[in-house]
């Protein structure tokens, strides 16, 4: 096997709070065991356009605080030919770069991993996305800023519900995952959510009215997942179809979510997940993400990574059904 001395770095897909602290964590980690690291702009666009830079430790001073990603952010369709991924590993060479971290969720460590077959390229992905949906971590960088933020503009949001006594659907990201819907729902007291992993194959609106939650409360707050067809504006239309006698607004928390300064949580883990990458390679790992699974580092290749069958816990929306009564 060919011998690491130069590693680069990028981020991928969908900024998430603490991409930042994860920068910083492969840079320093990386000098300090005496690899030199080269920055990625753009994603994997940047390795096909060729922008890249030498990463000094200065050159992640002051950054752990920061939301988003300094070294910006793309969801590269060229990427994903076979003539992009060509260009990206030409320009990987001609930079001297033998191997690469990538921080992202699921299509970008996908990206990675087919990159990594294909060319012979050493790869550690680090899951970043505040979706929460990669396998073999517990939570993924990101995720808890997220649900923070989604908590406080809940608090906010119930102040209107009770003093209009209303019910307010507020819809919230995860793409095709519900761990932000459900567990914001829990953080926030909510008295629903609605997520995809519901597949009890019950009508999620009619078992939230049926639950008969207006007798007790004259609010309610249900958190709702993103989706193209059945969002918030989905129910909150059934609602005022079916139920005419309740008062329904929607809210749609949108991109301020992905936004902030990350929490310590996410500091924590991005900083352990980016120290882990630089172990894993000093041990001749490859071609695997790093994860968190019981407070201990762990190695998880990429192709479980990736697998979408992460699921919400049967026993938080047990929990979240016996918390809103
Ligand atoms: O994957 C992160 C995420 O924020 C999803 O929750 C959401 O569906 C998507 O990215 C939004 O992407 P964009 O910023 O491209 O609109």
Same mark, same amino acid.
Do not use: W
């Given at each position: 096997m060919r011998k690491i001395s130069t590693i680069g770095i990028l981020t991928s897909g969908g900024d998430a709070p603490g991409m930042n602290a994860a920068i910083r964590a492969v840079t320093r980690a990386g000098i300090a065991n005496g690899f030199r690291i080269m920055a990625v702009?753009?994603?994997?666009?940047? $390795?096909?356009?060729?922008?890249?830079?030498?990463?000094?430790?200065?050159?992640?001073?002051?950054?752990?605080?920061?939301?988003?990603?300094?070294?910006k952010t793309a969801r590269?369709?060229?990427?994903?030919?076979?003539?992009?991924?060509?260009?990206?590993?030409?320009? #990987?060479?001609?930079?001297?770069?033998?191997?690469?971290?990538?921080? /992202? %969720?699921?299509?970008?460590?996908? /990206?990675a991993r087919i990159f990594a077959q294909e060319f012979d390229v050493p790869c550690i992905g680090l899951p970043g996305t505040i979706d929460n949906d990669l396998n073999g971590t517990d939570s993924t960088i990101g995720y808890d800023t997220t649900?923070?933020?989604? #908590?406080? !503009?809940?608090?906010? *949001?119930?102040?209107?519900a009770t003093s209009h006594e209303r019910i307010f659907f507020v819809e919230v990201m995860?793409?095709?995952?519900?761990? $932000?819907?459900?567990?914001?729902?829990?953080?926030?007291?909510?008295?629903?959510?609605? *997520? &995809?992993?519901?597949?009890?194959?019950?009508?999620?609106?009619?078992?939230?009215?049926?639950? /008969?939650?207006?007798? +007790?409360? +004259?609010?309610?707050?249900? $958190?709702?997942?993103? +989706?193209?067809? !059945?969002g918030a504006m989905y129910y909150a239309e059934r609602v005022r179809k079916e139920y005419p006698e309740y008062d329904v607004r929607v809210s749609i928390l949108g991109h301020l979510q992905r936004g902030g300064s &990350?929490?310590? %949580?996410?500091?924590?883990?991005? +900083?352990? $997940?980016? !120290?882990?990458?630089?172990?894993?390679?000093?041990?001749?790992?490859?071609?695997? #993400?790093?994860g968190i699974k019981n407070d201990e580092v762990v190695y998880v290749p990429f192709t479980n990574a990736i697998k979408s069958d992460k699921s919400v816990k049967k026993e938080l929306i047990d929990n979240l059904a016996v918390l809103s009564i």
């Open positions: 702009y753009r994603g994997y666009e940047g $390795l096909i356009n060729d922008e890249i830079k030498e990463f000094t430790t200065e050159d992640v001073s002051n950054i752990i605080q920061r939301g988003g990603t300094i070294l590269s369709r060229e990427f994903e030919t076979q003539e992009g991924r060509q260009k990206a590993y030409e320009n #990987m060479q001609k930079r001297g770069i033998d191997a690469l971290v990538v921080i /992202g %969720g699921n299509g970008s460590l996908t /990206g649900l923070n933020t989604i #908590m406080e !503009c809940v608090d906010k *949001i119930r102040d209107t995860g793409r095709d995952a519900g761990f $932000l819907a459900q567990n914001s729902a829990i953080a926030a007291g909510a008295e629903a959510a609605i *997520i &995809p992993e519901d597949n009890t194959g019950a009508d999620q609106l009619e078992h939230f009215i049926g639950r /008969g939650i207006r007798k +007790s409360k +004259s609010s309610s707050i249900v $958190l709702v997942s993103e +989706s193209p067809k !059945c &990350p929490s310590a %949580g996410d500091r924590i883990l991005a +900083s352990r $997940l980016g !120290c882990g990458a630089i172990q894993a390679f000093l041990e001749g790992q490859r071609n695997i #993400m790093i």
